[in-house]
C-alpha cells in the first residue's frame, strides 16, 4: 500500500540544522509531488514547500525559505527537508504528504523535532 | 496569501446528532478546497477534495460543499470515533489551512 516512512525523533542544539526524511513507497516517486507541513505543540498546520521529485523543482513559503531546504533522492524514492540555524520557534512535527493537484492523499505519521540546549 | 477562516474553534456535538463545519476563503478559490480530519496523536488525514468529492474509503456519512468562498463541512450521524480537529485547506494558490475547529462529544 501507499506509505510515507519517516525518520525519527530529533532533539538539536539551537543554532544547528537536522535533516528530516520521507521515504515513499507502493507508488511511483516521481509521479507526484512531496509537500512538507509544519505543526506546532497544540497549533494547526503550517506549509512550508513542495518538491517534485521528478525533476527536483521546489516551491516554497515565503516564510520558509533559508530554513528550509527541500530535496530528493529517486533513487531511494526519498524526500529530505534540511532546516538550518534552529531555533525554539522550529520546535514542532513536521510532516510530509504525497500531493496530487487537488489535494495531498496521503501523510506521513510526522517527526518531532526539539531545539533545545 | 489566501486565508481560510474557520469561525468554531470548537464544536460540541452528541452521537448520532449532525454537525456543520464552515470555513470561509478570503477570495474566490473555486472548488479548490480540502478537509483533513487530524486525531489526537495522529497526521491528518483526507476526507473530501475538491470541495465536494469523498476521498477514497472515507464513510458516506462525511461531505463537502460550497464554491467560491463559502464552504461547509458535514458529518450526518456523529460516531464517536470523529473526535478530531477538522481542517480545511485551499489550493488554488499557496496551499493555505483554517486554524481548526475541534469536534467534542457529549
Known amino acids: 500500500q501507499v506509505q510515507l516512512q519517516q525518520s525519527g525523533a530529533e532533539l538539536v542544539r539551537p543554532g544547528t540544522s537536522v535533516k528530516v526524511s520521507c521515504k515513499a513507497s507502493g507508488y511511483a516517486f516521481t509521479n507526484y509531488l512531496i509537500e512538507w507541513v509544519k505543526q506546532r505543540p497544540g497549533q494547526g498546520l503550517e506549509w512550508i514547500g513542495v518538491?517534485?521529485?521528478?525533476?527536483?523543482?521546489?516551491n516554497y513559503n515565503e516564510k520558509f525559505k533559508g530554513k528550509a531546504t527541500l530535496t530528493a533522492d529517486k533513487s531511494s524514492s526519498t524526500a529530505y527537508m534540511q532546516l538550518s540555524s534552529l531555533t525554539s520557534d522550529d520546535s514542532a512535527v513536521y510532516f510530509c504528504a504525497r500531493s496530487t493537484t487537488t489535494c495531498f492523499d496521503v501523510w506521513g505519521a510526522g517527526t518531532t523535532v526539539t531545539v533545545s540546549s | 496569501d489566501i486565508v481560510m477562516t474557520q469561525s468554531h474553534k470548537f464544536m460540541s456535538t452528541s452521537v448520532g446528532d449532525r454537525v456543520s463545519i464552515t470555513c470561509k476563503a478570503s477570495?474566490?478559490?473555486?472548488?479548490?478546497v480540502a478537509w483533513y480530519q487530524q486525531k489526537p496523536g495522529q497526521s491528518p488525514k483526507l476526507l473530501i477534495y475538491s470541495a465536494s468529492y469523498r476521498y477514497t474509503g472515507v464513510p458516506d456519512r462525511f461531505t463537502g460543499s460550497g464554491s467560491g468562498t463559502d464552504f461547509t463541512f458535514t458529518i450526518s450521524s456523529v460516531q464517536a470515533e470523529d473526535l478530531a480537529v477538522y481542517y480545511c485547506q485551499q489550493h488554488y494558490s499557496t496551499p493555505t489551512f483554517g486554524s481548526g475547529t475541534k469536534l467534542e462529544i457529549k
Open positions: 477570495q474566490d478559490v473555486s472548488t479548490a
Open positions: 518538491i517534485n521529485p521528478g525533476s527536483g523543482g521546489t
